[in-house]
């Protein structure tokens, strides 16, 4: 894995590689401290990321490459314009995920270039991209010739280009992927049915065979018959100049299936409401991935690495269920959301729990 992320990076003696990551964490075990080794460049690991003291380190040190991971990426874009970031050293960042409606945004203010990538702790570098060819911006790259890659139904049938289904990847060569869950057969078999590692994973190939991930499994809702991936929606949601940060969890519906919340983080003094956010979203997704919840949150719970703990979310639901539209009288539908979008203000006076017809 090393010597993929060298060659993808274009790293050699000479360059700096900056890893801000823990090395409990499969990036900082392998990207920072051995692609430096494997490339003879030098490396800088600090024990944590700090959104703050990033551009400061990078210039310190000099860097040439860094990894950013998880909720990284997205928290050095929504930061305010840093002058630092001009003229510093970074020639290219393993980023992932970097959306595809600020990759290229993202690019050109940072003055890098994204290598960008899918794999799991179990089955490695699954797809990759690289300095000399970039990936589409949104997609994780397309299948190393280590791995054989598909996406299948619930079935383990591949399903067509475009088409989102699991993740599941066996390997060409020997020992490049995992071979056991240690001291757990059972869970060995579950994740290996039909001669496949099923990665829990959901995602979908284009035209040109590269992948793109959609969700996790288990974080993928379904709310009245459809299917809802959340992290469109917050990438929907997160365009929004006073959301510093989003997360979407799908929550028990008394209809059966899920119903969609979205915990919120407001940039500093962004004066604005649930309303405002409702309306927001209803303007940049399906009616029926429009949240019915709505909690603002002075920040969300994140892993070592940056990674939202939606677990954490889920569970705070029941004991604070947040703003629900519905209670609000803004229960809308395929027929009237477009009159929503052009004036939300006549659905202020609504009764409290007025569901309208609601003919999805």
Known sequence: MAEVYASALGIGPGDVFYGPLPMHH?????????????????????????????????????????????????????????????GNPLRAAVAIPVPAEIHDAFE????????????????????????????????????????????????????????????????????????????????????????WFHTGDLGRFDGDGNLTFADRKKDYLRRRGE????FEVETAMATHPAVAEIAVVGVPSELGEDEVKAYVVLRDGAPIGEVELLHHAARTMPHFAVPRYISILGSLPRSAVGRVQKFLLRDMHSSAPGWDREQHGYSLNRHNIDEFISDPGRFSNAAPGDRRADTR
């Open 108 to 195: 050109r203010r940072f003055g890098l270039t994204i290598v960008a990538g899918y794999g799991s702790s179990e089955a490695g570098q699954v797809t990759f991209s690289s300095v000399d060819e970039p990936v589409a911006p949104g997609t994780a790259g397309r299948p190393m010739p280590s791995h054989e890659v598909m996406v299948v139904d619930d079935g383990d049938t591949p399903v067509p280009a475009g088409e989102v289904g699991e993740i599941v990847v066996r390997p060409r060569r020997p020992h490049v992927m995992f071979e056991e869950y240690r001291g757990n057969p059972e869970a060995t078999v579950a994740a290996t049915r039909n001669l």
């Open 227 to 230: 299917n809802i991936s959340s």
């Open 26 to 86: 499969l990036s900082g075990t392998i990207v920072a401290p051995l692609v430096p080794l494997v490339a003879g460049a030098s490396t800088v690991v600090d024990p944590v990321f700090s959104v703050s003291r990033f551009w400061p380190r990078v210039h310190e040190v000099g860097a040439t490459h860094t990894v950013l991971v998880g909720g990284m990426p997205q928290m050095l874009w929504q930061r305010p314009v840093d002058e630092l970031e001009a």
